[in-house]
């Protein structure tokens, strides 16, 4: 499966925007060497030397420049709780990082390429590559920042006061970079690139360089320098719009966006800019008619840094001109105007959301069949939505927060016993051990890895609510719809950015054994789900193999064979609407805490990707494997 590639009209001054035209890319996976975005081909002046991957000195980043390193996460505050996080393994397989670091990486790819005329299977292909390398990246750094909590606070057994956390985005750009995991470095792609959609979110700027969409760790403007280019002149090929230079003016479809270069550390304009480097870069694909791909950085409700990083298409560099900004100093400024025939801007949907939620019925004032399908049992209302059609099909339904298991599953369940862990679970606690002697979740509920079952504490455990071994158990936090659309029939999607590795909800409904579940079928019922028919995704979230030869996927404890089925004919919640699709971003994990009959586990559902706000949620529900069918199980 390879792209088409396409070298650009012919160019005036000898360029060429693929210089060889037998040229065809191999599939960007797992590269041996070849990989690298931290050389700083740059020559502005924000350090002048090459970019330090320490992720263990974030004092080696300096803000500047259309620049946006995560210096402030929000979440570096200690929990109650973070006492009670346990290691990992025995055998730290993060030891060996450090040295990793300091291998210089090799030069990135001279070689500019353009996509065109996809066909579907390709295009199947590189969202695939795609997602697994941001489920790669995203559950590595959930499992560095865990193994981070566990240093600070032994640091901070020995020493008083704060200790810094780790650039766990940093740290997991490293290690997948020596790995030659990073996508799209052998090549330089103008435009689209393969595998990415509008609208994509990313919480961490560095995952833009691990994909190849944007390779300049602070810089604005990512371009292939002059030294590189075939014709001596540097190209800009992206941009990321993050409200750090004063000048910019952003619309939307239409950007003036300001050149680089010329602030001090404070981001002040102190001196003019240059035509040089990026600003060279930009006016040079405005001569060629190379267009850029266009990211914005902003702050928005559910990131884990200062800002999340939505990619918004490709734009034009329509006109450029020197100007006096509001500093005094001259700037150069380039209008970029939205090209045609993409999808809603994924900033603009962000944002769309955003008045969704703050005023449901002034954000969209016809639709809503229901402001809570839920009846209040949810903690936060379920929407329904319909603006195509007078169906209103899911008010049918009672709404059902957990699912109903046969009593028999509950017998002896006090025999089993809970932990004595009053302030918490360590790694001593019955519970944890059960895990695998590591804990499932980290600090923000956000799962480690798939297991074929994770044993949450429950309610013969002695400790508190808040424990960090109780996520799944809590019930939903995001604001979901249940919304109708023409192709997919009934959908849902969240009105908030769900993170990668969030909980999202149960699959619930009635627990049937296989007899009772016979019987229903001879009946002629067919709203049964069979929890042993969903493909086993859980195995993909944490799969750390690519990263170290010795991983070993768990599979301990294992499980007897899920004989049960669950009846969604009369009692259902926001799952049962959620579409199949084979490359999901949503995952089944089963997980146990309020009985010990391990047959009849719980169905909870965890998302494998940031998903934005209003784009759909999909399961693999194991049957369908066409690109685009949905199983009709609710439909
Ligand atoms: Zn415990
Ligand atoms: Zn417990």
């Keep these: 499966m390879e792209p088409k590639l ?308 490709i734009y034009k560099i329509e006109e450029y001109w020197f100007d006096v900004g509001k500093s005094g100093f001259g700037v150069y400024k380039f209008k970029l105007v939205r090209m045609e025939g993409q999808p809603e801007m994924g900033s603009s949907i962000l944002k769309f959301a955003e008045s969704i939620r703050a005023n449901p019925l002034a954000a969209r004032p016809v639709g809503y069949v229901s402001l809570d399908m839920s009846r209040n049992k949810e903690q936060v209302p379920v929407f329904l939505f319909n603006d195509i059609d007078d169906n209103h099909e899911p008010l049918n339904f009672d709404y059902q927060v957990t699912t109903i298991f046969p009593p028999f599953v509950y017998h002896n369940v006090r025999s089993t016993g809970g932990c004595n862990c009053v302030d918490g679970c360590t790694l001593d606690c019955v519970c944890v051990k059960k895990n695998g002697g590591e804990c499932a979740y980290d600090l923000n509920g956000r799962i480690l890895r798939g297991k074929p079952i994770i044993f949450e504490c429950g309610p013969f455990c002695s400790c508190p609510s808040n424990c960090l071994n109780r996520v799944s158990q809590k019930g939903v936090k995001n604001r979901f719809e249940v919304f109708r659309s023409m192709e997919t029939g009934w959908g849902v999607r969240s009105l908030d950015l769900i993170q990668a590795g969030s909980f999202i909800c149960e699959y619930t409904g009635v627990v049937l054994t296989r007899d009772q579940a016979q019987v229903f079928t001879m009946n002629g019922e067919d709203s049964l789900v069979y929890p042993n028919r969903f493909g086993e995704r859980w195995a993909e979230w944490g799969d750390f193999s690519q990263v170290y030869s010795d991983y070993v996927r768990p599979s301990y404890p294992s499980i007897p064979p899920l004989e049960f089925a669950i009846d969604v004919s009369k009692m259902r919640n926001v799952a049962c609407y959620m579409s199949h699709s084979p490359c999901p971003n949503v995952f089944v994990q089963l997980v146990m805490y309020d009985h010990a009959h391990t047959a009849y586990p719980h169905l909870m559902l965890f998302a494998m990707e940031n998903i934005p706000p209003m784009r759909e949620l999909s399961l693999d529900y194991g049957a369908a494997d066409e690109w685009t069918e949905k199983l009709a199980i609710c439909n």
Excluded at 232 to 239: H, K, N, R, Y
């Design 6 to 313: 396409e070298p650009l009209e012919p160019l005036e001054s000898g360029f060429s925007l693929n210089p060889n035209p037998s040229y065809r890319p191999s599939v960007p996976v797992a590269q041996s060497n070849s990989v690298n975005a931290v050389h700083r081909l740059d020559d502005d002046k924000l350090d002048g030397s090459e970019m330090n991957l320490n992720a263990n000195n974030a004092n080696n980043f300096e803000e500047d420049e259309h620049v946006n390193v995560d210096l402030d996460f929000d979440e570096d505050v200690m929990d109650p709780y973070a006492l009670a996080i346990v290691p990992v393994a025995e055998d730290n397989q993060l030891a060996h990082v450090e040295s990793a670091y300091r291998r210089k990486p090799p030069p990135r790819s001279a070689e500019l390429v353009r996509v065109t005329n996809l066909e579907i299977e390709d295009e199947r292909y590189f969202r695939e590559l795609v997602r697994r390398t941001r489920i790669l990246y995203d559950s590595l750094w959930i499992h560095c920042m865990l193994e981070d909590d566990i240093r600070r606070r032994n640091v901070m057994n020995v020493m008083s006061g704060r200790v810094p956390r780790a650039r766990g985005d940093m740290k997991v750009a490293a290690l997948m970079r020596d790995r030659g995991l990073w996508l799209n470095q052998d090549k330089r792609f103008v435009g689209p690139i393969p595998g990415i959609h509008v609208g994509d979110v990313f919480c961490f700027r560095m995952e833009l360089c691990v994909l190849g969409i944007h390779g300049q760790i602070q810089a604005g403007i990512d371009y292939l320098s002059s030294k590189q280019s075939s014709n001596g002149e540097p190209i800009a090929t992206s941009v990321i719009v993050s409200g750090g230079y004063e000048d910019d003016e952003d619309s939307g479809d239409v950007i003036v966006y300001t050149g680089h270069g010329g602030q001090d550390k404070n981001s002040r304009q102190v001196v003019h800019q240059k035509l040089e480097g990026g600003n060279l870069g930009m006016e040079r694909s405005m001569h060629h008619g190379v267009e850029v791909r266009v990211v914005r950085g902003f702050k928005y409700k559910g990131g884990i840094g200062e800002k999340v990083y939505v990619y918004d298409g």
